[in-house]
């Protein structure tokens, strides 16, 4: 037995900050205000949206004792403490996250905000003036029509629309407005307004469609200007063939759109540009696009200046009016998905005259840019894959299995340009994404290419990063950095499976990673706009379909709670790492009705309903065991959101329906005398333990035996995705933390780091990696590790009872093989961070805890301790 010794240093560091507005009152500042969870958002379509601050103050035990919010349309006077609009007057109050409830918001109206913090001693800390911006917020307010050319689904070429005008007087503001059935590109006077991708983001396209806002009053000019809009298909006109019949997704149509431009001049009068019979359409170079295979280019087909004023676009043709794609069209207010990282080849082989291979050397989810010179009419393509064949060629047959092509026109993951002759041609597709790390460009006659010629560039929805890893050992880092790249990679307006081989919204996948993405990225507004895509495709008796959004396909296969338990488990998870429940409550009916789904289905409380542990290493436990359990935890979080609510009613109910859920479970698979799980696997004795299903009196038991089972396995893996959520955590939380290390460091099969000594820089579909089936190499649904670095090493953890870490359970494991470890998030308070080193004997721990929250501090051997905010250095021996 240790004997143990703690010590506590409080080291408060003051620091001097400048308070921005006035005043020598503040020792900190309010760092970060958002408005929907984004900072400074324009196209705000709720009436009541919810504003929040980060106060950034590193005195010992500070905390705010009150706030004042003022809401106005006039920034001077929101500065002068006056919010016309709107002010709380003096609330006595810790929250940093407020609904808006002043007056009624006006559409297209911009607002400034800000916050006054009181601390315990009085003093005030005044934020600096913010802004929103409203949107349309509703559909009436739409002005333009929705428009397109008269080509057919089949039509293969992406369609350029054009508008010229005349501004009449001097531009004060001016925003822009898009909404598109497909994808699209904006450009204003030969520009490419904004940098956003592959917008607007994937959604049920016949029940909701997202438009994009833009502030566009830097890009226009006084006289004549152009706007110029280029249509993608996207998953709204998907040409390419599949298993999962995205071709016969019932909205399926030509792209269409719907633009309104509003100009304010600087007399105070406005006018707005819209989409109608006016503007001309033309065929573009893109003569093929699919966002599931490639794009194809011809460049000879350019015509320079269509978005700029004074082309000639006498010979294009008229526009047709078409129906809305939906009577249901909102704000996208969600992070975009943009060119995120400029990746240079690593290296380049030339294979002969006319083949190149080029290897970015890690695995991607995005695009490459080529550079290349050539005669008129040479055919250069473009593969793009994750892996090379012996003879340097690139290797697709991993990835393009379930691809169902009806002819050769359409090569999976390969782009084709159209050389047009004159001087360098440079060509990124626009309405594609791919999976790869290597790039074979081949062409009809010799081009001459270096290793410069070829750019790849990582693509994502680009949340901020608010997540660090760093371990005394390095393989720990590599796996930490593998698997944000494919979370990363996975993250596309909604979370998917793999970038190459589907981009399909597994949800099984995604509920697997959702913590490890919250931990590390600021990901809410990805995930609220995909439990909205959830309503949207939810069927009134309750059940999800597998993958959402879907064309249809999903609604029979691989839908049981062990997939589709996301309608509860992100909603849940979300309100715990940002302590706001807005999501949970729009989500509540639907978890319900989910709830009350399987109830109906499954009297007994136990469900065979479910795909199981899915791609195991060699075992597969029973479906019934896997399947019940995520029933559990749907049935909880709905026990516990009802009680959250005050629904008392609904909690009674679901709290005993919970309990006879867990003893059917416990019923049928715990042995009671051994402390055993079915026959004892990896998976059936790990799930109970993380989901809170084992009787408190045998949690001690079912732990043991779980590590004995680790232990006859050789600290080997042996577990399919969802025995990979709960082994490491199973562990470290029941006291086998070094167990859950030498499982996570592990090098050899089956093991992360057995992919990572062969060469991976994403977590991989299968942990055999001569598998010759299900061998993607960029799947996140193995990615719970990410986040068990955070909880199991950093010991980092959101407690339920006090959510969005105002209150942190800090829970270390100083683990034997690490000399050092450190792991910090940014949640809604601010920077929390462990760091820990050993000292001789002792290991020394750096903790930060952000003003206005606290943190229970639990050290093996010790009793918790209660912490508060500053920064603190505690040594344990
Ligand atoms: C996907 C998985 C998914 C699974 C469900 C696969 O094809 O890539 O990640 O969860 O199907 O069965």
């Given at each position: 037995m240790l004997k143990l010794s703690i010590k506590l240093i409080v080291l408060c560091t003051f620091f001097i900050f400048?308070?921005?507005?006035?005043?020598?009152?503040?020792?900190?500042?309010?760092v970060v205000q958002k408005v929907e969870h984004i900072?400074?958002?324009?196209?705000i379509d709720v009436q009541h949206p919810r504003l929040s601050w980060l106060w950034n103050d590193s005195r010992e035990g500070v905390f705010q004792t009150a706030y004042q919010v003022y809401v106005g349309e006039d920034s001077l006077s929101v500065l002068k403490d006056?919010?016309?609009?709107?002010s709380t007057g003096k609330v006595a109050s810790d929250a940093n996250l407020v609904k808006y409830a002043g007056g009624e918001l006006k559409p297209f109206k911009k607002y400034y905000w800000r916050v006054d913090l009181w601390d315990q001693s009085g003093k005030i800390v005044k934020g600096d003036v913010a802004s929103f911006e409203m949107g349309m917020?509703?559909?009436?307010?739409?002005?333009g029509a929705w428009i397109s050319d008269?080509?057919?689904?089949?039509?293969?070429p992406a369609a350029y629309f054009r508008k010229q005008f005349n501004p009449s007087k001097k531009i004060k503001t001016a925003r822009a407005y898009i909404a598109v059935g497909g994808l699209y590109e904006l450009y204003l006077n030969g520009k490419k307004v904004g940098?956003?991708?592959?917008?607007p983001a994937y959604t049920r396209f016949d029940r909701r469609n997202l438009y994009v806002s833009y502030d566009v009053t830097e890009q226009l000019q006084q006289g004549d200007n152009a706007i110029g809009v280029l249509l993608g298909n996207g998953?709204?006109?998907?040409q390419s063939t599949a298993?999962?019949?995205?071709?016969?997704?019932?909205?399926?149509?030509?792209p269409t759109f719907c633009l309104d431009l509003k100009i304010t001049y600087e007399d105070g009068t406005t006018e707005t540009i819209i989409t109608d019979k006016s503007w001309k359409t033309n065929l573009s170079p893109i003569i093929f696009n699919s966002i599931y295979t490639a794009e194809h280019y011809d460049a000879r087909l350019e015509q320079p200046?269509?978005?700029?004023?004074?082309?000639?676009?006498?010979k294009w043709k008229d526009v047709v009016l078409r129906a809305a794609p939906s009577q249901h069209i909102v704000s996208q207010v969600m992070h975009p998905i943009r060119n995120v990282k400029r990746i240079e080849a690593k290296s380049m082989q030339?294979?002969?005259?006319?083949t190149y291979v080029f290897d970015l050397g890690r695995n991607i989810a995005g695009v490459s840019e080529l550079k290349v010179k050539g005669k008129e009419g040479t055919v250069v393509r473009l593969k793009h894959g994750e892996r090379l064949y012996d003879n340097g060629h690139v290797d697709i047959s991993n990835i393009d299995q379930h691809y169902r092509p009806?002819?050769?026109?359409?090569?999976?993951q390969t782009d084709i340009l159209i050389l047009n002759g004159k001087g360098e041609n440079t060509f990124m597709p626009k309405f594609n994404y791919k999976g790869f790390q290597y790039v074979e460009v081949t062409s009809s006659e010799p081009v001459t290419l270096k290793q410069e010629s070829l750019i790849g560039y990582f693509m994502h929805s680009d949340v901020p990063v608010i997540g660090k890893i760093q371990a005394s050992n390095p393989l720990i880092n590599k796996i930490w950095e593998a698997t944000n790249s494919s979370y990363l990679s996975n993250l596309f307006g909604y979370p998917t499976d793999?970038?190459?081989?589907e981009k399909n919204g597994w949800t099984g996948d995604a509920h697997i990673a959702i913590e490890t993405g919250l931990y590390s990225f600021d990901g809410i507004t990805i995930y609220e706009k995909w439990l909205a895509d959830h309503r949207d495709e939810?069927?009134?008796?309750?059940v999800l379909p597998s993958?959402?959004?879907?064309?249809?396909?999903g609604y029979e296969w691989g839908n049981g709670p062990d997939w589709t338990s996301t309608i509860a488990l992100i909603p849940w998870n979300v309100y715990l790492f940002y302590g706001d429940s807005t999501l949970l409550l729009d989500s509540y009916a639907s978890i319900k009705k989910y709830v009350n789904h399987i109830d109906a289905l499954y009297p007994s409380g136990l469900t065979t309903w479910g795909l199981g542990?899915?791609?195991?290493?060699k075992s597969k436990s029973p479906v019934e065991l896997t399947s019940s359990i995520y029933y559990y935890a749907d049935v909880q979080i709905l026990s516990k959101t009802a009680k959250l609510f005050g629904n008392q009613q609904d909690y009674d109910k679901y709290t005993a329906l919970a309990s006879k859920i867990k003893n059917a479970i416990n019923q049928k698979y715990l042995n009671k005398e051994t402390g055993?799980?079915?026959?004892?696997?990896q998976t059936e004795l790990s799930m109970p333990l993380f989901w809170g299903v084992v009787p408190n009196e045998l949690i001690g038991k079912v732990a043991k035996n779980l590590a004995d089972r680790v232990s006859t396995d050789n600290f080997h893996l042996d577990v399919g995705l969802l025995g990979t959520k709960s082994i490491l955590n199973a562990l470290s939380e029941n006291g086998y933390a070094d167990m859950a290390y030498k499982i996570a460091a592990?090098?050899?099969?089956?093991?992360w780091g057995w992919w990572i000594k062969n060469g991976a820089t994403t977590l991989y579909?299968?942990?055999?990696?001569?598998?010759?089936?299900?061998?993607?190499?960029?799947?996140?649904?193995?990615?719970?590790i990410g986040a068990w670095l955070y909880k199991?090493?950093?010991g980092i953890k959101p407690d339920p009872e006090k959510?969005?870490?105002?209150n942190v359970l800090i829970e270390p494991h100083f683990v034997p093989g690490l000399d050092s470890f450190e792991a910090s998030h940014i949640g809604p308070y601010g920077e929390i961070k462990t760091a820990w080193k050993r000292k001789g004997k002792k290991v020394v721990l750096n903790l930060t805890i952000p003003a206005n929250s606290t943190a229970t501090l639990l050290l093996p051997s010790q009793t918790p301790k209660e912490i508060v905010a500053g920064t603190h250095v505690i040594e344990w021996e």
């Open positions: 400048q308070a921005k507005i006035s005043s020598s009152q503040t020792k900190g500042n309010i900072i400074n958002p324009i196209g006056e919010g016309q609009q709107w917020m509703n559909q009436e307010n739409w002005q008269d080509s057919g689904v089949e039509v293969k940098n956003h991708r592959l917008d998953w709204y006109n998907h298993v999962w019949f995205f071709d016969k997704a019932p909205w399926r149509a030509r200046g269509w978005d700029t004023p004074g082309f000639d676009g006498s030339k294979l002969n005259d006319t009806t002819d050769d026109k359409d090569p999976f793999c970038p190459q081989r939810q069927q009134p008796n309750g993958i959402i959004p879907t064309g249809g396909w542990d899915w791609v195991p290493v055993i799980y079915g026959t004892g696997l592990q090098e050899d099969y089956p093991s579909e299968n942990w055999n990696i001569e598998s010759a089936s299900d061998i993607s190499m960029n799947h996140i649904m193995f990615g719970e199991g090493l950093g959510p969005g870490f105002k």
